[in-house]
């Protein structure tokens, strides 16, 4: 599994293609060749990941229960919207224009990586949400990653 590090300004052309930067793409060798799947995520944003990454999801998504509604909803409001994302010859990806409207995306965006997986915002919504990090980030830490017995760093 690979993890992502880095966080990245991008611009929007008018028909919904971004760039990825080139720091990011030394990141991706596999995009090109497998290709990237673009999806909602559960906050108003979009999430990016290697094909690789998107199969092992689903993998997990299907050894739920499909018998059951819950599962059943799951599953559907999970992959609702994912598509897979190719680089074109200027390193472009094309953003589906229902996903850019469920995210509130247009003209500039945030790539955040988190992980395994990267995160599109709009950028107001992404300065919005770390205008509102916890007062105290480490109780939020604590209470999080106080159980695992691992240290981050002090």
Same mark, same amino acid.
């Given at each position: 599994?690979?993890h ?7 611009k ?30 559960? !906050?108003?944003h ?8 998107? $199969? #092992?999801?689903? =993998?997990?998504? +299907? %050894? /739920?229960?499909?018998y ?50 990267? !995160?599109v ?7 919005s949400?770390? $205008? #509102?990090?916890? =007062?105290?980030? +480490? %109780? /939020? ?14």
């Amino acid at each position: 599994m690979s993890h992502f590090l880095g966080e990245f300004d991008c611009k929007l052309d008018a028909k919904g293609r971004m760039m990825i930067p080139s720091s990011l793409k030394k990141q991706l060798p596999e995009a090109e060749r497998e290709g990237l799947v673009i999806n909602r995520g559960f !906050e108003k944003h979009l999430v990016i990941y290697t094909k690789r990454e998107w $199969d #092992n999801i689903t =993998e997990e998504l +299907s %050894k /739920l229960n499909v018998y059951e509604k819950k599962s059943r909803d799951f599953i559907r409001y999970f992959t609702r919207g994912a598509t897979e994302l190719t680089l074109d010859s200027a390193n472009r990806i094309l953003f589906p224009k229902v996903l850019m409207e469920y995210a509130g995306i247009s003209g500039e965006v945030v790539l955040s990586c988190v992980l395994n997986k990267i !995160e599109v915002w709009a950028k107001d919504a992404y300065d919005s949400q770390l $205008d #509102n990090e916890p =007062e105290n980030f +480490s %109780k /939020l830490a604590e209470e999080v990653m106080g159980s695992t017995g691992r240290r981050l760093h002090d």
